[in-house]
């Protein structure tokens, strides 16, 4: 399985192939500046061809793994996209429509970086979901083209500082955009083939404890409807970035909720993509 990844060695920004002996740097492949220019040139699939053959000659401990597309131009969310998420609100209405935020990039560290937890806050909650990227942007997609349109798939733990999601009557932005609160990665695979998301098992766990399990067959807003609505309002870029839901079981449903704290771990699993993995620290 091909594994894009970008990352930050001594101070400087790359990009290149996650590989089972280390990394294999490809930065400045065709003179791009990174994953995001890479997929906007629809050179992705010659970028995994020119590696072929090369060795690996970074060892993984000399990077820190950043976000995959690390400056994308849009991360989208969705959220209330399991039947049982929706039920979670109780107030008896049907998700007619999916529930969309933005989140800024800043708000995201890479696989093996801690989450920060803020001292405004201690409700550091937890939210495993699969995340997709756009390799051929498009206005108005139809849902039997979305596909068409999807380049690769990651990974994200969409943390969330709880009560700052109440702060006012209808937005959840404030609780969603705290630096370094969520992660994303450790990778991007290529999305080849429809099974890749149409009905895949998603795993988070915290400590080793399992807190959230489903399939994204069970989906509200399927991937192809989620790519044919945004893309009504939005017009959709390469190297957006769709993070698309999150099973029940977060940490704010306990009762009494259960808040992460420093030395916690949290991973996120997902068939045919890999673990993401991520410890709590204090700010």
């Avoid at 067959?217 to 945004?230: D, S």
Wanted: with cysteine; net charge negative; hydrophobic share 40%.
């Amino acid at each position: 399985m091909v594994k894009f990844v970008s990352f930050t060695r001594e101070g400087a920004a790359g990009y290149g192939l996650w590989q089972e002996d280390g990394i294999l740097d490809m930065t400045g492949f065709d003179n791009h500046a990174g994953l995001r220019e890479v997929i906007a040139a629809g050179a992705l699939k010659a970028l995994a061809q020119a590696a072929v053959g090369r060795t690996a000659y970074l060892p993984h401990d000399a990077v820190t793994l950043e976000i995959p597309v690390r400056d994308p131009e849009k991360i989208l969310c969705v959220g209330v996209n399991y039947p049982d998420r929706n039920a979670e609100y109780r107030d008896g209405q049907a998700a007619e429509r999916p529930s969309l935020f933005v989140r800024f990039a800043r708000s995201f560290v890479g696989h093996g970086s801690p989450l920060v937890r803020p001292p405004e806050s201690g409700k550091l909650d937890y939210e495993g979901e699969i995340a997709i990227v756009i390799g051929r942007g498009g206005r108005r997609i139809a849902p039997e083209d979305a596909y068409d349109h999807i380049v690769g798939l990651t990974l994200c733990n969409e943390g969330t500082i709880r009560d700052w999601v109440r702060h006012a009557k209808f937005n959840v932005t404030q609780g969603k955009n705290w630096d370094a609160s969520g992660a994303m990665g450790p990778w991007m695979v290529p999305f080849t083939h429809p099974s890749q998301l149409d009905d895949v098992g998603l795993e988070c766990r915290v400590n080793g404890e399992v807190r959230q399990k489903d399939r994204t067959g069970r989906m509200l807003y399927n991937f192809r409807y989620i790519v044919n609505y945004v893309s009504t309002f939005t017009t959709l870029v390469p190297g957006d970035v769709i993070v698309c839901g999150t099973p029940t079981g977060a940490g704010a449903r306990f009762d009494p909720p259960v808040w992460l704290k420093p030395g916690d771990v949290v991973e996120v699993e997902a068939e045919g993509i890999g673990i993401l993995r991520n410890g709590v620290v204090d700010e």
